[in-house]
């Protein structure tokens, strides 16, 4: 990246990330738990998904849990995952 530049630049990830929430069937979102990396995007698209009525299958596979345990995450959410096998296979058994 050359200075100046952003990782998303004019936008353009928010708009391409609405329209793919938007047609959606539900969310799978994942939290690794890196305390160093807060993606701001991830829970504003949670906050996106959920306004639009879309279940949101949340994965926590950080050690502390912190995201499975805050009360927005387990308003929000469909269901809650500490383990990406174990979601996927639900969300398959979900889909078929």
Not at 10 to 24: E, L, S, V, W
Request: hydrophobic letters at 45%; charged letters at 20%; aromatic letters at 14%.
């Amino acid at each position: 990246m050359r200075e100046g530049e952003t990782w998303f630049p004019q936008g353009r990830c928010f708009h391409r990330d609405i329209q793919d929430i938007a047609g959606c069937d539900y969310l799978l979102l994942v939290w690794w738990g890196d305390p160093g990396r807060q993606s701001i995007g991830t829970w504003a698209e949670m906050g996106y998904a959920h306004g639009l009525g879309l279940p949101i299958f949340v994965v926590d596979i950080s050690e502390e849990q912190e995201a499975a345990l805050h009360p927005f995450v387990q308003k929000m959410a469909t269901e809650i995952f500490d383990n990406l096998q174990e979601a996927l296979d639900f969300l398959l058994w979900l889909t078929e």
